[in-house]
Nanobody, 124 residues
Framework: HVQLVESGGGSVQAGGSLRLSCAASGYTGSFYCMGWFRQAPGKEREGVAA????????VYAASMEGRFTISQDNAKSTLYLQMNSLKPEDTAMYYCAADYRCGDYLLNQDTFGYWGQGTQVTVS
């Protein structure tokens, strides 16, 4: 069965950086799209960044563009999120997501059927 395992979260001071990883396994063929979402306490889950795995085309939420970079290593079946210039408002649980069939709305959580358990990012 499909497994998505996130890692790389932690505590960092404002202005710092973190790189999240998402290791995928148990899938058939290849995912058509993958993405990162986050959820802060008391808030709804929101899209951070996503990528069409075949073309490498990416999309970012407006507040993250320029600070965050999504990338993939197909050989390692791993998705990354490089986060720079972190702010306290970036504090959240970050989730990796994937699916075989994707529409145009990659920052919509309904696009994705497979999810990881999340990794906590705390910015102080």
């Amino acid at each position: 069965h499909v497994q998505l395992v996130e890692s790389g979260g932690g505590s960092v001071q404002a202005g710092g950086s973190l790189r999240l990883s998402c290791a995928a396994s148990g899938y058939t063929g290849s995912f058509y799209c993958m993405g990162w979402f986050r959820q802060a306490p008391g808030k709804e889950r929101e899209g951070v960044a996503a990528i069409y795995t075949g073309t490498g085309s990416t999309v970012y939420a407006a507040s993250m563009e320029g600070r965050f970079t999504i990338s993939q290593d197909n050989a390692k079946s791993t998705l990354y999120l490089q986060m720079n210039s972190l702010k306290p408002e970036d504090t959240a649980m970050y989730y990796c997501a994937a699916d075989y069939r994707c529409g145009d709305y990659l920052l919509n959580q309904d696009t994705f059927g497979y999810w990881g358990q999340g990794t906590q990012v705390t910015v102080s």
